[in-house]
Nanobody, 118 residues
Framework: QVHLVESGGGLVQTGGSLRLSCAPS????????SGWYRQAPGKQRDLVAD???????NYADSVKGRFTISRDNTKNAVFLQMNSLKPEDTAVYYC????????????WGQGTQVTVSS
């Protein structure tokens, strides 16, 4: 079964930057929307940012001005540039995608750990 593959997580100091990447493991059609979620220990999985249609973007208030989502439609890839990282950004980051605007997030990655040290 085709799934999404994330990369780019790691350990960084407060104020540092990381760039996450996500692409499908195989051919699954063109994505209408892609997004990034994160889940910290003991907390629910929350939306960080998503991009849909003709590059309509949406960000969680906590990351506005620091994170930027982008995509490469030729590869069905989505990226998350994270700047000015804070310890509270520490979480497992998951990418998600769907082919239809009215669908649920159909495809998920396995997650990549981001740890921000103080």
């Amino acid at each position: 079964q085709v799934h999404l593959v994330e990369s780019g997580g790691g350990l960084v100091q407060t104020g540092g930057s990381l760039r996450l990447s996500c692409a499908p493991s195989g051919s699954i059609g063109t994505f209408y929307a892609s997004g990034w979620y994160r889940q910290a220990p003991g907390k629910q999985r929350d939306l960080v940012a998503d991009i849909s249609g003709r590059s309509n973007v949406n960000y969680a208030d906590s990351v506005k001005g620091r994170f930027t989502i982008s995509r490469d439609n030729t590869k069905n890839a989505v990226f998350l540039q994270m700047n000015s990282l804070k310890p509270e950004d520490t979480a497992v980051y998951y990418c998600a995608a769907k082919n239809d605007p009215f669908d649920i997030w159909k495809y998920w990655g396995q997650g990549t750990q981001v740890t921000v040290s103080s």
